[in-house]
């Protein structure tokens, strides 16, 4: 069973371009959530998505950051705009059901978005 | 709100030897769960151990054992017999087990263990 896969595993972009990271969870699961990874800092949990829904978007940017799970494909974060403070390690996780066993949270390599 | 510190950025360990590594939370939950994640240099999380709020025996896993103190809000890790390979930055995280974000993971900032041969 393959794990969370996500790409790229490296992305630069320059300030004002868009970044899309993809997301694709393990088989059999349907939850996804979304943390990043500043400098010297732990994750901070960013949104929550089941299949074509955001559950909880609380800790996402009002500006610019999106995210979607769409039925069928992977899920994105999308930026747009990038700024120099949006670099950081962008992480996925996933899980096969939501409430007590979501925290069995598999996380993926993460992506590393840098913005020059 | 729950809020995860740990106070120790850095710790060093010789090879075999053993290390603990601090960490103390805050919640207004009455049910939650407590984690160590593992970030090599990779930068993979790896979950390394669980803890349930409401167990009162201390999770371990091989040469991974917690000093889950409930009273005190302090959740340590100790690893025993360090191996090169444990070399890593250490997150300690938690999640309410109620409520309406029974899903949200709190991370700590990490501590960077290094493993001397």
């Known amino acids: 069973n393959a794990g969370v896969m996500q790409n790229p595993r490296h992305l630069v972009r320059r300030r004002g371009q868009e970044a899309r990271l993809r997301c694709s969870p393990m088989?059999?699961?349907?939850?996804v959530y979304w943390y990043r990874q500043l400098p010297e800092e732990g994750l901070k949990f960013m949104v929550y998505l089941q299949k074509e829904n955001i559950i909880d978007e609380s800790g996402m940017p009002k500006e610019r950051f999106s995210a979607e799970f769409p039925k069928e494909g992977p899920s994105i974060l999308r930026i747009q705009q990038v700024v120099r403070g949006d670099s950081a390690a962008y992480f996925c996780?996933?899980?096969?059901?939501?409430?007590?066993?979501?925290?069995?949270?598999?996380f993926g390599p993460g992506t590393r978005l840098t913005v020059t | 709100a729950q809020t995860v510190t740990q106070s120790q950025p850095e710790m060093s360990v010789q090879e075999a030897e053993t290390v603990t590594l601090s960490c103390t939370y805050d919640t207004s939950e009455s049910d939650y769960y407590l984690f160590w994640y593992k970030q090599p240099p990779s930068r993979q999380m790896i979950l390394v151990i669980r803890?349930?709020?409401?167990?009162?025996q201390n999770a371990t896993e091989n040469r991974f054992s917690v000093n889950f103190q409930k009273a005190a809000k302090s959740f340590s890790l100790k690893i025993s017999d360090s191996q090169l390979g444990d070399a890593a930055m250490y997150f300690c995280a938690s999640g309410a087990n109620s409520g309406g974000s029974n899903y949200k993971l709190t991370f700590g900032k990490g501590t960077l263990l290094t493993v001397n041969p």
């Open positions: 088989k059999g699961h349907s939850h």
């Open positions: 803890q349930e709020a409401y167990k009162q």
């Open positions: 996780a996933s899980s096969p059901l939501a409430g007590v066993l979501s925290y069995e949270q598999y």
